[in-house]
């Protein structure tokens, strides 16, 4: 899946259908999340740092880092579904490299595996001050195929 | 670790000292969490339902439900700790059994193994909703004991 | 799922199958491991020591200890499958507590969820010597229920 | 870390180092595995397949795949230390994304961090028939280092 593909843009219905979903996580919003990349296979979220945000040091908390690699992820695997299917996180598994630090982070998740009903993504965050950007995180994510709910 | 002496109170000092270091959290008060229980090897966080921790569906966000998870394991393992070191996060894996649902969803870390350097914990959420108490969220996490940083 | 039903045994036609299963692993007989207890939603496996699943200071391998984990976990979730059913694993995540030491080691898994299509399971290993046992390895697991491959 | 040494060799003093390791460890002989490649950073093992490390539908058992993966990951460590350092696992997470086929599996392990206590390193491993390379495994792995036990 790691090939340039990633890098293009998204279909606009599938890009369309993200951000609506995005829009409707209050936890997104609340955190001050935003989407800044919708690739097939490939979704780039950015969080600026603010002190609702941060652990007891200041940096970036490891739940804030966690949770937009997970919706980074999470929308990597529902650029490459049909319209009417909806996407759950099993589980994932990340590591803190560093503190995170920086004006934001970005979370950048990449669909390594897209299969049936399973999609395995890698989830990478970095810390970015200016031009430098720095890994903070890295992790892998198991997320599931559903049927949309009947709305 | 899991005896019964985890479901006693932790000293006073180690008390004071984790509710003040929970205080700093920005991320924890912006979401609107709180301590619940500290005991020796064992902290329980509570995080109440508000629009602002939900993902698209309504249901508490990964994000969130992972945030007090780790937070939990991180403050289990700092009450094994003396006074004048600190813990960060290594890594921790999460699987999210069940959509995190209910009035408030409970986080509990409780330490396995607390090693000279490396501290691992188990994570445990529940969804509860009056005398209902369901598991959502099953994890494990590392964390590394560090020297305070100078002030 | 955790409660007393999974220290009793298995139905004879659950454990006959999870026995000739386990016979056609390779792996397992090549490792010189065998199954000690087959309850519903809970399978032990020991492992000898022996120079042959060690690493290179005399313990057990961690990929030993992993392997056995990983069949433990796969085979409880296996007892509370209907007969035409198979499982693989999905993904796993294991801590190594301690050096694996003592005459043997034991792997319990057991499982904490059992959906229609994924089971999530604790695995625990524990180093054995004479009457102490003492944890080594402690891991969760996700599996997925599939149809049994045509014969 | 991820740029072109890793593809070059290691030192020779490094290469040694990991070889005479890896000849004493009793489980990668059992197994059949070998050391294909130690790079700074990098160290790839190659397992053949045959009837002693397969699961029970002939494939390759995730146990066998996850050893080689962990012990290639642990050389990859190693190879960024001084001599007189050793490396133990803390954790490890892999994802099964296939069933490992092939005349032989390939376990790539790559350092992401390496810290002064704590390395970080990506596993991947892939079913190898002839040209064909399919990816089978990916996880990610915490190490620490530790000073070499009296001899």
């Given at each position: 899946?790691?090939?340039?593909?990633?890098?293009?843009?998204?279909?606009?219905?599938?890009?369309?259908?993200?951000?609506?979903?995005?829009?409707?996580?209050?936890?997104?919003?609340?955190?001050?999340?935003?989407?800044?990349?919708?690739?097939?296979?490939?979704?780039?979220?950015?969080?600026?740092?603010?002190?609702?945000?941060?652990?007891?040091?200041?940096?970036?908390?490891?739940?804030?880092?966690?949770?937009?690699?997970?919706?980074?992820?999470?929308?990597?695997?529902?650029?490459?579904?049909?319209?009417?299917?909806?996407?759950?996180?099993?589980?994932?598994?990340?590591?803190?490299?560093?503190?995170?630090?920086?004006?934001?982070?970005?979370?950048?998740?990449?669909?390594?595996?897209?299969?049936?009903?399973?999609?395995?993504?890698?989830?990478?965050?970095?810390?970015?001050?200016?031009?430098?950007?720095?890994?903070?995180a890295n992790g892998q994510q198991t997320l599931i195929r559903v049927n949309r709910p009947?709305?």
């Amino acid at each position: 899946m790691e090939d340039q593909t990633q890098h293009g843009q998204a279909s606009p219905e599938a890009q369309q259908r993200i951000q609506t979903s995005f829009d409707r996580q209050g936890l997104m919003s609340h955190l001050g999340a935003r989407i800044t990349h919708i690739g097939p296979g490939r979704v780039h979220i950015e969080l600026p740092s603010r002190p609702e945000v941060t652990q007891q040091h200041g940096y970036f908390h490891a739940g804030a880092t966690s949770a937009v690699a997970d919706s980074a992820g999470g929308y990597a695997a529902f650029t490459l579904f049909p319209g009417d299917a909806e996407v759950l996180t099993v589980e994932y598994k990340i590591n803190l490299l560093a503190p995170a630090a920086g004006d934001h982070i970005e979370a950048v998740g990449t669909v390594l595996k897209s299969g049936r009903t399973l999609t395995v993504c890698r989830l990478e965050v970095f810390g970015v001050q200016g031009d430098r950007r720095k890994p903070v995180a890295n992790g892998q994510q198991t997320l599931i195929r559903v049927n949309r709910p009947e709305q």
